[in-house]
C-alpha cells in the first residue's frame, strides 16, 4: 500500500521539474573527470526524494563530450530515495528511471561531485551545481588548480539541457 501511494504521490507532482531533458558533459582539459550526479525534485518538501549515482562513477576522459537523456547509462546502477527512510538501488534501465518513468518525469538534474586524475592518483575534487538545490549547496562554479568546472542550463525548444562543462 505504501508503494501505491507513492507512486500515486509522484505521478500527482508537477512535471516542471521533469528529468527528460539531456545532461551534456563536456570535458575540454586534458585529465580525465569523474563525476557522481545527482537529480532531485525540488518541488517535494524534505531532502529524500533523489537519485544519485551509486556505482560506477562517470568517467569523462580529456577533450571528450558525451550527454546522456536520461538514467539509462550502461553498467550504471542508481541510489533512488523517495523517502527519509530507505534508498534503493536500481539499474539505470529501471522502468521508473527511462524516459517517461515515474522517477525521471520528476526530477531534475541538480549536482555533480568530481574528481581531476591523470594517470595515478586523484588530483583535487570539488562539486558544482544547481543553486536553487537546497539540501545539498553547491556553487554553480568551481575554480580548481586543474580547470573550472561550470554548471549550467539552456532551455530550447521546450527542452531543458543541462551542462556540466569542465574548461
Excluded at 508503494?3 to 580525465?32: E, R
Excluded at 525534485?41 to 537523456?69: K, M, Q, R
Aim: net charge neutral; with cysteine.
Amino acid at each position: 500500500m505504501k508503494k501505491l501511494l507513492t507512486i500515486i504521490g509522484l505521478l500527482s507532482i508537477s512535471s516542471a521539474f521533469a528529468q527528460g531533458g539531456p545532461l551534456v558533459i563536456n570535458n575540454f582539459t586534458t585529465y580525465d573527470f569523474h563525476t557522481r550526479v545527482t537529480a532531485a525534485n525540488l518541488a517535494t518538501p524534505g531532502c529524500y526524494f533523489y537519485v544519485t549515482l551509486d556505482n560506477p562513477e562517470l568517467v569523462i576522459s580529456g577533450n571528450t563530450n558525451v550527454s546522456y537523456s536520461s538514467y539509462n547509462i550502461p553498467g550504471t546502477i542508481w541510489k533512488v530515495s523517495t523517502s527519509p527512510t530507505s534508498a534503493n538501488p536500481r539499474p539505470g534501465s529501471h522502468p521508473s528511471l527511462a524516459p517517461g518513468g515515474v522517477i525521471s518525469n520528476n526530477t531534475k538534474w541538480v549536482v555533480s561531485q568530481f574528481q581531476f586524475y591523470q594517470s595515478g592518483p586523484p588530483l583535487s575534487s570539488g562539486a558544482v551545481g544547481d543553486t536553487s538545490y537546497t539540501c545539498n549547496p553547491v556553487p554553480n562554479t568551481y575554480f580548481a588548480p586543474e580547470a573550472t568546472v561550470e554548471w549550467f542550463t539552456v532551455t530550447s525548444g521546450g527542452t531543458t539541457y543541462t551542462y556540466l562543462q569542465v574548461l
